[in-house]
């Protein structure tokens, strides 16, 4: 394989695909993919979604027909009705990747932290925190809305008072959030997630942050939610992290509050704006009180108290 023989192929959906399905739907062509993404456009949930893959080499549209076609009845997903004129298949450009990701993904700051990718060869800003996340994960580099909401939440209770002894970081993804938590207390943290690949992003993040894994620092596993044999040893938890979607928040709103300490903080996130009010009524209903609400964008972040 050269870099002449690549080539992209993009293909907008309809909008009424989930976050799920999309990315099932983006999994059919993975065995022959190097790499694939999805996103809507303009960032907006209204908006349609664009997919994109990289081949080594340039498909037959009618073939990646047949095989998105199986995907969507293996996991019975709704019909795309793509037609062989709907992808947009060209030759990859031949670019420095490294440029174009520091191009795309330059530092930025939340607060006191300072985050950027391993490209980046600058100063760190003095008296900022620095947090090193690489872009090129599809678990999260600090750049979406509810990120950012959860981080400021963080810095918001330290600024408070708030000193966890014991943190979790459900869902972690890259594990950016319980890299911060950890970088602003010092606290043992108890990262999960139901991918192993997060998991391993996350081990690689702890290590160029320069944290070491494993007791009082940071724990990243690999299990099914509050399911996970760890998340029963370990608790309870005085914070509890939660950036991951409006439905699965919701359903596990009893056993997240199950293993919170009393006078503990749970800070929940992965919703629209229009979705927070159901978020917030689920953890009422388990006792909890909304202290504070964050939208960035047409993204929420709830703080809730269990007392």
Same mark, same amino acid.
């Given at each position: 394989m050269t870099q002449d023989n690549l080539h992209t192929i993009r293909l907008n959906i309809k909008t009424d695909y989930s976050d799920e399905d999309i990315m099932l739907l983006a999994e059919g062509l993975a065995d022959e993919a190097l790499s694939s993404a999805a996103q809507r456009q303009d960032r907006k949930h209204t908006k349609p979604w664009t997919l994109e893959w990289i081949f080594p080499e340039k498909p037959e549209a009618k073939e990646l027909i047949a095989k998105l076609a199986l995907q969507v009845a293996v996991h019975n997903l709704p019909d795309p009705n793509v037609k062989p004129e709907d &992808?947009?298949?060209?030759?990859?450009?031949?670019?420095?990747?490294? !440029?174009?990701?520091? #191009? !795309? &993904?330059?530092? &930025?700051?939340?607060?006191?932290?300072? +985050?950027?990718?391993?490209?980046?060869? =600058?100063?760190?800003?003095?008296?900022? +925190?620095?947090?090193?996340?690489? $872009? $090129?994960? @599809?678990?999260?580099? =600090?750049?979406?809305?509810?990120?950012?909401? *959860?981080?400021?939440?963080?810095?918001?209770?330290?600024?408070?008072?708030? *000193?966890?002894?014991?943190?979790?970081?459900?869902?972690?993804?890259?594990?950016?959030?319980?890299? @911060? @938590?950890?970088?602003?207390?010092?606290?043992?943290?108890? $990262?999960?997630?139901? !991918?192993?690949?997060?998991? +391993?992003?996350? /081990?690689?993040? @702890? #290590?160029m942050n320069?944290? /070491?894994?494993?007791?009082?620092?940071?724990?990243?596993? *690999?299990?099914?939610?509050?399911?996970?044999?760890?998340?029963?040893?370990?608790?309870?938890? !005085?914070?509890?992290? $939660?950036?991951i979607l409006a439905g699965p928040v919701i359903e596990m709103s009893g056993d997240l509050v199950a293993v919170m300490d009393d006078n503990s903080y749970c800070i929940l996130s992965g919703m629209l704006v229009e979705q927070a009010d159901l978020v917030a009524s689920a953890y009422e209903g388990e006792g909890l009180t909304l202290k504070k609400k964050y939208d960035i964008g047409e993204w929420s972040t709830l703080v809730m108290h269990k007392a």
């Open positions: &992808f947009l298949i060209e030759k990859t450009p031949d670019i420095n990747w490294l !440029e174009k990701s520091y #191009q !795309e &993904f330059p530092p &930025f700051s939340i607060g006191p932290f300072f +985050i950027h990718g391993s490209h980046y060869q =600058g100063n760190i800003p003095p008296q900022q +925190i620095e947090l090193k996340i690489d $872009a $090129a994960t @599809a678990f999260g580099s =600090g750049e979406h809305e509810t990120t950012k909401g *959860c981080i400021q939440a963080m810095l918001d209770l330290k600024g408070k008072g708030l *000193c966890p002894w014991n943190v979790l970081d459900m869902g972690t993804g890259s594990g950016i959030l319980a890299l @911060a @938590a950890w970088k602003l207390w010092k606290t043992p943290i108890l $990262a999960v997630d139901i !991918e192993e690949e997060s998991v +391993i992003v996350t /081990k690689r993040h @702890a #290590q320069g944290v /070491k894994l494993g007791g009082s620092t940071l724990t990243a596993i *690999c299990g099914d939610g509050f399911n996970t044999p760890e998340v029963s040893q370990k608790k309870p938890y !005085e914070l509890i992290l $939660a950036n």
